[in-house]
C-alpha cells in the first residue's frame, strides 16, 4: 500500500473552526461505517505540553474534535496516533493552531476607564461589540466609574456612545447622586445638561441634594438648589438634606444654606424628632445655636413627648442645655 495514499485516507490532521478558546480539529477514516465495527479504525488525539510531552485528549472512531477551554492567542501543537485493527500503530505529522484573540467584553470597557485610557475606551465603543452600560460585578456602570473618577472626557465619550445618565445601579443611585456625593461639580453641570434629573430617588428615597449634602459639597448643593431643586424633599425616614446635616456633619455653612434656600428648621422625621433635637444628640453645640438663631421650636417634642431641651439634660449636653435655656428665657 502507498504509505502516502494511507496518509490521505486515514490520520492527516486539518484545522477547522478557530475562536479565542477552541481549535476544531478533523481528519479522515480509510473505512467508512459501513464496515463491521471490529474492521473500524481507532483515533487518539494528543496534544503537546509545556514539557514537550504529550497527553490523550481524544479517543475515539469520529473524525472530529473541537478542544475546548484554550487560552486566547496561544499556540497549540498536536498530533494524530491511528491505530488499525490489525493492531499496526501510527502518528501522523504534527501540525499546530493558534487561538484567536479574546473578544472584548465588559472588562475591556471598565478597565480603560479606571486607567483613564481615552485611547482605549474609543476603541472598545467603536467596536460595538460591548453593551455601553454593561455593569461590573458591584454593579456600577462604566459611566458611574468615570463619574466617580471626575473622569469627564471618558464621561463625555460614554455618553456620545448612548449611555444612560439615569441608569441606575442595585442601590438605585444615579450617576447624578454620586458625581454629587464625590463633590464634583463640573461633572454635575454635564449631567443635568444631558438629562439627568436631581428628582430621581434611591432605594432609601434619596435624592442628588441629599447626597451632596452628606458629602458635605457647598458648591453643588448651591448649584442644584439655584437648578430648583426642593430643599424639604424627603427620604423614607422622612429625613430631608437639613435632617441630614444634624445627623452627619453639623456643617452650620450648609445647614445656613438651605434654610436660606426655604427648608424648614422645624421639620420633623417619623419619629417626630426635629433638626434641633438630632443636632443636640449629636452634641453639635455649633449648629444647636444656628438653628436656634433660625427660628428652631423649642417647644416642639418627639412621638414619645421628648422635647430637644429633656434630651440635652438626659446625655448631660451641659454647654447645650445652656443655649437652650437661654433662647427660651
Known amino acids: 500500500m502507498d504509505p502516502a495514499g494511507e496518509q490521505q485516507r486515514s490520520g492527516a490532521l486539518t484545522v477547522g473552526q478557530v475562536s479565542h478558546h477552541s481549535i476544531e480539529l478533523s481528519w479522515t477514516r480509510e473505512h467508512g461505517w459501513t464496515e463491521p465495527p471490529d474492521h473500524w479504525t481507532c483515533f487518539i488525539l494528543e496534544q503537546k505540553s509545556s514539557r514537550h510531552s504529550y497527553k490523550e485528549i481524544h479517543k475515539g472512531y469520529s473524525t472530529s474534535f473541537t478542544v475546548e477551554n484554550l487560552e486566547p492567542t496561544t499556540t497549540y501543537t498536536f498530533r494524530l496516533k491511528v491505530t488499525r485493527p490489525s493492531g499496526q500503530e501510527r502518528y501522523y505529522p504534527l501540525i499546530s493552531a493558534s487561538t ?36 461590573d460585578r458591584l454593579d456600577f456602570t462604566p459611566l458611574m466609574i468615570a463619574v466617580m473618577r471626575d473622569f469627564i472626557s471618558g464621561v463625555q465619550i460614554l455618553v456620545h456612545h448612548g449611555a444612560d445618565v439615569n441608569k441606575k445601579n442595585s442601590s438605585g443611585k444615579d450617576s447624578l447622586m454620586m458625581a454629587c456625593f464625590h463633590g464634583h461639580l463640573d461633572m454635575v453641570k454635564f449631567l443635568r445638561s444631558c438629562g439627568a434629573s436631581w428628582s430621581s430617588r434611591d432605594r432609601s428615597g434619596c435624592c442628588a441634594l441629599h447626597w451632596a449634602t452628606v458629602g458635605g459639597h457647598l458648591p453643588i448643593l448651591q448649584f442644584l438648589i439655584q437648578d430648583g431643586c426642593q430643599t424639604d424633599v424627603l427620604d423614607i425616614a422622612q429625613w430631608t438634606p437639613l435632617m441630614m446635616v444634624s445627623v452627619i456633619n453639623g456643617d452650620t455653612a450648609i445647614a445656613s444654606l438651605l434654610i436660606s434656600a426655604g427648608a424648614d428648621v422645624n421639620v420633623q422625621d417619623r419619629d417626630g424628632k426635629t433638626p434641633l433635637m438630632v443636632a443636640v444628640l449629636n452634641n453639635y453645640e455649633h449648629l444647636v445655636k444656628m438653628l436656634l438663631e433660625k427660628g428652631a421650636d423649642l417647644n416642639i417634642q418627639n412621638k414619645a413627648g421628648v422635647s430637644a431641651l429633656e434630651m440635652a439634660k438626659a446625655f448631660d449636653r451641659e454647654n447645650i442645655i445652656s443655649l437652650l435655656e437661654e433662647s427660651k428665657t
Open 100 to 135: 484567536d484573540k479574546e473578544p472584548l467584553n465588559g472588562r475591556n470597557l471598565h478597565n480603560a476607564v479606571l486607567r483613564r485610557d481615552e485611547v482605549e475606551l474609543q476603541r472598545v465603543l467603536r467596536s460595538r461589540k460591548v453593551i455601553v452600560d454593561v455593569p
